[in-house]
């Protein structure tokens, strides 16, 4: 840790440079939890370095991805459970990248704060290296932004960004998508990051109580249920890639089945969803019940359980809710592929 680097003049203005010191150090050891032996370079420098092995990669393409939590952080606060907002950072970067057919190979992330408390700060970036774990990629970087008089001193925004690979010949293609397809999903945790803006307002979470554990929920509160951190499917995609030729995969963020769905399908071909296939949560009973919202919107705005769509042939579909499983997905066929331009079709 620096020691010699200090400046009262700046901590008199909010900023502890030398929190920022011992940050790096509490977080090291976490980061060294997500190190594949591809790094170049150690933590603290000007720059990630990443050694691209091109080891069965004809023409290699690289897929990148960006995104934040958003205001499910608001969860966090109220909770004040730090240690799993990080997974969900790292998940809606690399559940986009592996639609593309790619493999996430390396990751940064952003954390802005109002104070730098160096065990908080420790703790979310606990939970972006278990993230990192799960999808197989290095955590080469990052930065921590103290930044007094912008946020709360006891809030952050947390954003990060992901690169992976593919070869060429390898992205995911829907050229061949056609009638009679099937649409297999995998379940989510929970509401993921997308949404919270209108969970935030149906539970009033600000004003009532969010932490006394309820039957509905299985014995947890609805702010642990709420802060259940987003699914990362990469490593079960990847083995299905290796398996079956997949037609079209769709991350179910914000924006739900309506938005998310028609984006990995051609053009005059739509998906045909079996309503009562749907495994939809309780917390989404919950959701709906509390706020009054119609059906329709729920499935327009949130994951309804279904955290990841996936298209393959009807000769396909067996082996490949087969090695989903075998990769520890609870993967079950929700519908088919049709000719329309609806998009989205429930019956």
């Known amino acids: 840790m620096n020691t010699k680097s200090k400046s009262d003049s700046y901590a008199a203005a909010g900023v502890d440079i030398t929190a920022g010191y011992k940050a790096v150090e509490l977080m090291k050891q976490h980061i060294a939890r997500t190190m594949t032996g591809a790094e170049c370079s150690d933590i603290g420098g000007f720059g990630g370095l990443f050694e691209l092995d091109m080891t069965g990669i004809t023409k290699p393409v690289l897929v990148s991805g960006t995104d934040g939590v958003g205001t499910k952080l608001k969860l966090a606060f109220i909770m004040d459970k730090h240690d799993t907002v990080g997974i969900d950072c790292v998940a809606m970067c690399v559940n986009d990248i592996i639609c593309c057919g790619a493999k996430p190979l390396l990751f940064l992330d952003y954390i802005a704060c109002g104070k730098n408390f160096p065990e908080k700060i420790a703790d979310i970036v606990k939970g972006i290296a278990e993230g990192c774990v799960q999808a197989g990629a290095s955590l080469i970087g990052g930065e921590t932004a103290e930044m007094p008089g912008f946020y709360p001193i006891d809030e952050y925004d947390l954003a990060g960004f ?16 056609k009638e009679g397809d099937v649409i297999i999903a995998l379940p989510s945790s929970g509401v993921h990051s997308n949404g919270f803006s209108l ?20 014995g947890k509160s609805i702010g642990e249920t709420l802060l259940t951190p987003t699914k990362i499917y990469v490593k079960p995609m990847l ?3 290796d398996a079956v030729t997949v037609k079209g995969v769709s991350h179910i963020t914000g924006g739900g089945f309506y938005e998310n769905l028609p984006r990995s399908f051609p053009k005059g071909l739509s998906a045909k969803i079996n309503r009562s296939a749907v495994k939809v949560l309780p917390i989404f009973d919950l959701i709906a019940k509390t706020g009054n919202i119609p059906e329709r919107d729920m499935f327009n705005t949130f994951n309804m359980g ?7 042939s009807a000769c396909d579909v067996d082996k490949a809710i087969e090695i989903l499983k075998a990769n520890g997905e609870d993967a079950y066929v929700i519908g088919s592929v049709v000719e329309s331009d609806e998009g989205v079709i429930f019956e």
């Open 162 to 177: 992901s690169v992976g690979v593919v070869d060429k010949s390898k992205i995911l293609n829907n050229k061949t998508m």
């Open 306 to 312: 279904v955290g990841m769509s996936i298209v393959v």
């Open 199 to 218: 969970v935030r307002k149906v539970f009033d979470v600000e004003n009532n109580d969010i932490k006394t554990p309820l039957e509905c929920l299985g």
């Open 239 to 241: 083995a299905l890639f």
